[in-house]
Every structure is written in structure tokens, then in C-alpha cells.
């Protein structure tokens, strides 16, 4: 078992950014790939970015390429997003998770943590 708990969310102008936080907690953090995705309000949970078992291999939406970056720390059962240049299409629930697997594309994850919520004003 895996518990996810995100933080950092919160307002912020366009332009601005934030850095977005999850702990996990339960079995050995570095067994599992980490994931962030996103919902908006009306539309469907979309992928954000991945990160491989032991941070050297990334993937990104092309929506936030070059704007978010994923990071972890196994030392500290934490994986990061800072996120610049925020839009206000990037006003979402955050959600973080964890799978087994690292394959491009995998909506499969394992556990999912409750969100937060990052609401970005023009």
C-alpha cells in the first residue's frame, strides 16, 4: 500500500509559478514511477509529466513542456513539479501517482493521491 499526499497548490497570476509537492509514504518509494496529471473542470484527467523509478528518464505533455519540471528525491519519498509560466489553462486538481510500470502513455497507475488544486488568473 502507497499513500499519496500532494501540497503547494493555491492562485497565482499568469506568468507566475508554483511548485508542487507529493509525499508518499508505505512501501519503497523507489519501486515505483511517479506521475503527475491534471483535471480541469468539464474535461477529462490528462497526463502531465513522468518520471522512471530513479529520476533518469522524463516525460511531458506538450502542453507544458519547457514551462513544468518533474523531479524526485528518494531520500525524502517526494517527487516535485515546479511549475513557470503558468496559464490560465493550467487551472487544474493536480494529482499525483504511482505505478510499477513506466511506459509512455500509461494512464494505468497504481495509486492515486487526492489532488490539489492550482487555479491561475488572467
Known amino acids: 500500500q502507497v499513500q499519496l499526499v500532494e501540497s503547494g497548490g493555491g492562485l497565482v497570476q499568469a506568468g507566475g509559478s508554483l511548485r508542487l509537492s507529493c509525499a508518499a509514504s508505505g512501501r519503497t518509494f523507489s519501486n515505483y514511477a511517479m506521475a503527475w496529471f491534471r483535471q480541469a473542470p468539464g474535461k477529462e484527467r490528462e497526463f502531465v509529466a513522468s518520471?522512471?523509478?530513479?529520476?533518469?528518464?522524463?516525460y511531458y505533455a506538450e502542453s507544458v513542456k519547457g514551462r513544468f519540471t518533474i523531479s524526485r528525491d528518494n531520500a525524502k519519498n517526494t517527487v516535485y513539479l515546479p511549475c513557470n509560466s503558468l496559464k490560465p489553462e493550467d487551472t487544474a486538481v493536480y494529482y499525483c501517482?504511482?505505478?510499477?510500470?513506466?511506459?509512455?502513455?500509461?494512464?494505468?497507475?497504481?495509486?492515486w493521491g487526492k489532488g490539489t488544486l492550482v487555479t491561475v488568473s488572467s
Open positions: 501517482a504511482a505505478s510499477t510500470k513506466f511506459i509512455r502513455g500509461n494512464y494505468d497507475m497504481d495509486y
Open positions: 518520471i522512471s523509478w530513479r529520476g533518469g528518464t522524463t
